[in-house]
């Protein structure tokens, strides 16, 4: 690659080329993951569709590894690369809501936060995810799941139509009714087939939220574990809740007496008033020992999908694992109670994520996504602030894993993924999807431009 290539590249951009020696390039290649240290060799910071085709067509054209970064929050940094392009979309933040249809206009750089705070305005939300900084696009494009799932479905379910830039350079329009096969492929199968610059997504009325977290201390976890599994199944799907293993953060507001201490929560929102969550929520309650505390109350739904963004901020250490999982007997709870109580750190998690009401209703080969008949999804996230605890958070990461695994599926949700998992694993995760991901890959990006990312390698002619 020639310097005066380069600097026509530079001079074809509306956006800005940053190279290492340039003041801003450390700032512009951190990722989410403190854990992830890349130098790319080229960071095209892209504010419209013609600085994408023109990034695409230096990639291709000087053969090299090309990486798409939306919210920059993927575990493996696989919004970046070592020695490649990066084509970093974050500056293209626009948001347009349709109050008559209730959709909403998504521009790539987006953060779920982003989009929440533009459509409450017009009483509307699409399902994302619990932490409003994470980027849209690789969460859209990899499933999405998040506090109105059960009710609405997969951030995918709503996704109505993308623009995309492929790797040869075309702009296409993919939809139910065209491309239509593409399409299909981007709902689950990640960053593989080109460059989203645009989503429209169908939002619901959603507005005031009762909703918050529920903290026991560990000694009740077995009962509280059996307990919600037993109930979620039978809870209106206007309720969106997730149980996890935590430590109660040692800080203000939390109660003194608990801080620091391994803790069973409970963290949801109910769409619906106050009255209603409260008679919703009366089963669970009654069946277990009294919370350490109880913070449900009615909140805006951007403030609860912002609840965590304090404890996790940009530049921590992760390191995630994940499964799908179709049921939790309770040889299975027992053992990650086991695990959860060597967490290395005050951060360390695992949560399970619901996979059922509407999920369920959407057949298993109509998206890419296929565990339609899981009941979770589950995370176990090794995260702490001090580089030096990496090992560690890998160490117990990975215990915890091999340990519970065996009770679960096979594969789990990409976006939960390092990228060192066992061979098989991404075709465990598309299960009888996969070899039709690979043909639209072999269609659409024959020569695997797009394969930073959970690669799907094209299928041989
Ligand atoms: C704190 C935290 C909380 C999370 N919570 C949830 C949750 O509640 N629910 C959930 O479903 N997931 C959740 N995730 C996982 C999240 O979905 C993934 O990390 C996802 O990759 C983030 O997308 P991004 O755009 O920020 O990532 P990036 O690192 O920017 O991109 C990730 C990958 O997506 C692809 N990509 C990005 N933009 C584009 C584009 N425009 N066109 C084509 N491909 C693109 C690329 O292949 C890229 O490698 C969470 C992650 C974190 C760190």
Request: charged content about 20%.
């Amino acid at each position: 690659m020639s310097d005066q290539a380069t600097d026509t590249f530079a001079r074809s951009l509306r956006g800005k080329l940053i190279r290492p020696t340039d003041s801003d390039y450390e700032d512009a290649r951190a990722l989410y993951n403190g854990m992830i240290d890349k130098r790319p060799r080229l960071i095209a910071r892209c504010v419209n569709v013609a600085d994408v085709i023109a990034a695409v067509a230096f990639a291709r054209e000087e053969g090299m590894l090309l990486a798409i970064r939306g919210g920059g929050h993927n575990g493996p940094g696989l919004g970046s690369v070592d020695d490649g392009l990066v084509i970093d979309l974050s500056l293209m933040k626009s948001v347009r809501v349709d109050p008559r249809t209730q959709t909403v206009r998504v521009d790539p750089g987006c953060t779920s936060g982003d989009v929440d705070h533009a459509t409450h305005a017009f009483g509307l939300a699409v399902p994302f995810g619990i932490v409003s900084t994470t980027g849209v696009a690789g969460l859209t494009l990899g499933g999405g799941t998040g506090y109105l799932t059960r009710q609405h479905g997969l951030t995918i379910d709503n996704l109505l139509e993308v623009d995309v830039v492929l790797a040869d350079g075309r702009f296409v329009t993919a939809s139910e009714t065209e491309h239509p096969d593409l399409f299909w492929a981007l709902r689950g199968g990640g960053g593989n087939f080109g460059v989203v610059t645009s989503f429209k997504f169908q939002a619901h009325p959603v507005k005031m939220v009762f909703a918050g977290p529920i903290f026991w201390e560990a000694t009740d976890a077995p009962s509280v574990m059996r307990t919600y599994r037993d109930f979620l199944p039978n809870a209106p799907e206007e309720l969106g809740m997730f149980i996890g293993l935590k430590t109660v953060p040692p800080m203000d507001p939390f109660p003194r007496e608990h801080w620091g201490k391994r803790a069973c929560a409970v963290i949801g929102a109910y769409n619906g008033s106050a009255a209603e969550g409260e008679k919703v929520l009366a089963p669970l309650l009654k069946e277990v020992p009294p919370p350490a505390f109880n913070w449900m109350s009615t909140i805006p739904f951007p403030a609860m999908n912002g609840l965590f963004d304090p404890f996790f901020p940009k530049g921590l250490q992760w390191y995630w694992k994940g499964d799908y999982v179709k049921s939790l007997p309770d040889e299975a709870i027992e053992t990650h109670i086991a695990q959860a109580a060597n967490a290395p750190s005050n951060l360390s998690l695992m949560h399970l994520y619901p996979i059922d009401g509407a999920v369920h209703r959407v057949a298993k080969d109509a998206t890419a996504w296929n565990a339609r008949d899981a009941t979770f999804s589950m995370v176990i996230a090794g995260i702490d602030s001090d580089p030096n605890q990496a090992d560690a958070l890998k160490r117990w990461g990975r215990g915890y894993w091999n340990a519970v695994h065996p009770f679960n599926l096979g594969g789990a949700y990409v976006n939960f993924m390092m990228d060192d998992e066992a061979d098989g694993r991404l075709q465990a995760s598309y299960g009888d999807n996969f070899g039709r991901l690979a043909l639209v890959k072999a269609q659409y990006d024959p020569t695997n431009l797009f394969r930073v990312n959970q690669n799907i390698e094209p299928a041989l002619a």
